[in-house]
């Protein structure tokens, strides 16, 4: 059975800091899925990473994909309190299927 | 252009009673997921249909629950004796095509099922 591992499951972190959340799965997959949450809303799609080595960059994130680690890493830089939010990630299986991590809720504070 | 709607957005409804939530996937995406979040929880794969084949009902938490998708499109999640246990947001989302390119799932608003 698939496993989707968010780490942090929440992070509370400063304006203008530095992080790095991590999700590992634990078996092979040819895409990987970035998702943001606002409180009460759907699901937005941040990034998809489709290649081992794959690295995607949108404003103050980016999303990196390691597939012979089984890890994707989603990083912050100098957050600012508009990214709080929580943060999903989603690995690819079968044909056109994808199971998700737990999220990770992410509070930036001024 | 339309994304992926969900109706109702609200329900609530007593124990015992059944519920139907209906799901509009985007026009022409073939492939459609029902997913359940509790109350800050993560997402919990319900089922997934893909064009004409046989759905994956694999996530279905019980025989109380079923969907079906008429015509290729449109898809309703039915919830039999609805229990207090049922209370979530579920949420729909539909895909493009299958087995090619980033085969990225478009969500819809959900619908937050309350059971009292």
């Known amino acids: 059975e698939l496993k989707v591992e968010q780490n942090p499951l929440f992070l509370s972190m400063q304006e203008g800091k530095n992080y790095t959340i991590y999700c590992n799965y634990s078996t092979t997959s040819d895409r990987l899925y970035w998702y943001r949450q606002d409180p009460g809303k759907s699901l937005e799609s941040l990034f998809v990473?489709?290649?081992?080595?794959a690295v995607k960059q949108e404003g103050r994130l980016m999303a990196s994909l390691d597939t012979k680690a089984r890890l994707s890493t989603l990083h912050i830089t100098a957050a600012v309190h508009d990214l709080s939010a929580t943060y999903f990630c989603?690995?690819?299986?079968?044909?056109?299927?994808?199971?998700f991590g737990a999220g990770t809720r992410l509070t930036v504070k001024p | 252009g339309a994304g992926v709607s969900q109706s109702p957005s609200n329900k609530v409804t007593e124990k015992g009673k059944d519920v139907e939530l209906r799901c509009d996937p985007i026009s022409g995406h073939t492939a459609l997921y029902w997913y359940r979040q509790s109350l800050g929880q993560g997402l919990e794969f319900l089922i997934y249909f893909q064009g004409n084949s046989a759905p994956d009902k694999s996530g279905l938490p019980s025989d109380r629950f079923s969907a079906e998708r008429t015509g290729g499109s449109v898809s309703t999640l039915t919830i039999q004796r609805t229990q207090q246990e049922d209370s979530a947001v579920y949420l729909c989302?539909?895909?493009?095509?299958?087995?090619?390119?980033?085969?990225?799932?478009?969500f819809g608003p959900g619908t937050r099922l309350t059971v009292t």
């Open positions: 989302a539909s895909s493009l095509y299958p087995g090619q390119g980033a085969r990225e799932q478009y």
């Open positions: 990473l489709l290649s081992n080595g």
């Open positions: 989603a690995v690819g299986i079968n044909n056109n299927d994808m199971r």
